[in-house]
């Protein structure tokens, strides 16, 4: 099991709390309401002279890129933000529920089409299989699915429409990172995907400078959901991120880990006073699910509520951009998480 699942988030919310992660180019194209092209405000004809066939392995197979890609589609979560962040408007990608805008779109993924100055791409329909039809619409001549939960099946019926790339191992478990070197890799942005990763980590090494406070502060990451108390794993890139910070994961996180999943586990309520820590960091979905969780009595044998050292991430928003980050989204909620944690960390002393 994985950050990301296949199904709208909004209809699988407990799921999601699990997960609990520009320059446009070419001409515009009506019919698919994206941009085509994939240059990065120079000459496409430039562009498409010094691009170097590829070929990556995938889970299926391989996929051979001889020509630079003009009208890229992407599925599933983070490639797009990838192919934006490397100055490459899709045509078509997923729409979004959880945390999304009416349209459909990421807050950080507007900010980045909105600095662009191009229109929104089309958005394909959340389902849990891709939507052939619209894909075949978009008349991509690739389609990137290397955070995605195809099927065999799937990726052969992609095939068909376009060369098509999809995860290297396991559905859904893409590291964050490998999806923009991998995103890179197919766009003939190799370069520039080091340097949006070399950007993310100056980003976040400025921020845990900012605050020594962070330092060797033991951490548990945890999203309470109604029905059940779920802790993630060291494995898991939002521990990554917080370690990144300075923190360091709490010993009693892998004391009591039932390695359950690969990214989390759960623990009973009658053993939560267990999990210790300076610094609880709570996922929740809205301000109201984190009301409730304050006037929960079962949390109150926990130490973090005891003493006030619990920090809160409250917005679909901000869950999902760090279930799992990408190219777009880390920093984008960065600010967000530092102004929740220092509170608690303040009263860790």
Excluded at 25 to 33: I, K, V, W
Excluded at 77 to 98: E, R
């Amino acid at each position: 099991m994985s950050s990301r699942r296949p199904l709208s988030r909004a209809a699988l919310a407990a799921a999601v709390l699990l997960t609990l992660p520009l320059v446009a180019c070419g001409s515009e194209d009506s019919s698919t309401g994206g941009s085509t092209g994939s240059g990065s405000g120079g000459d496409d004809a430039s562009s498409a002279a010094t691009f170097e066939p590829v070929t990556i392995d995938h889970v299926f197979g391989s996929t051979e890129i001889d020509a630079e890609p003009q009208r890229v589609v992407t599925w599933g979560w983070g490639s797009g933000d990838a192919a934006l962040a490397l100055g490459v408007v899709p045509v078509a990608m997923p729409k979004n529920t959880y945390g999304a805008d009416e349209q459909g779109l990421m807050p950080w993924q507007a900010e980045a089409l909105e600095a662009a100055g191009v229109e929104t791409p089309t958005l394909l329909t959340e389902s849990t299989e891709p939507p052939f039809e619209e894909i075949l619409a978009a008349q991509p001549d690739l389609i990137l699915a290397n955070y995605s939960g195809i099927t065999e099946a799937d990726y052969k019926k992609l095939s068909k429409i376009a060369d098509t790339v999809a995860y290297p191992d396991q559905p859904w478990a893409t590291p964050w990172r490998d999806v923009i070197t991998t995103v890179g890799e197919a766009l003939g942005r190799t370069d520039e995907a080091e340097q949006v990763l070399s950007d993310i980590d100056g980003e976040v090494a400025a921020a845990a400078e900012a605050h020594p406070e962070f330092e060797g502060k033991t951490i548990a990451a945890v999203a309470i959901d109604p029905a059940a108390f779920y802790v993630y794993r060291d494995a898991d890139p939002r521990v990554q991120f917080l370690e990144d910070l300075g923190f360091e994961l709490a010993p009693s996180v892998d004391e009591l880990d039932t390695e359950e999943s690969t990214f989390y586990y759960t623990i009973s309520n009658e053993e939560v006073d267990k999990l210790t820590s300076d610094v609880l960091l709570s996922y929740v979905p809205s301000e109201e699910r984190a009301a409730e969780i304050e006037a929960d009595t079962t949390f109150d044998a926990m130490s973090q509520f005891k003493s006030g050292t619990v920090a809160t991430v409250a917005g679909e928003s901000y869950v999902s951009s760090v279930s799992p980050p990408t190219a777009l989204s880390l920093t984008w909620g960065m600010d967000y998480f530092i102004d929740a944690l220092v509170p608690a960390v303040e009263a860790a002393g």
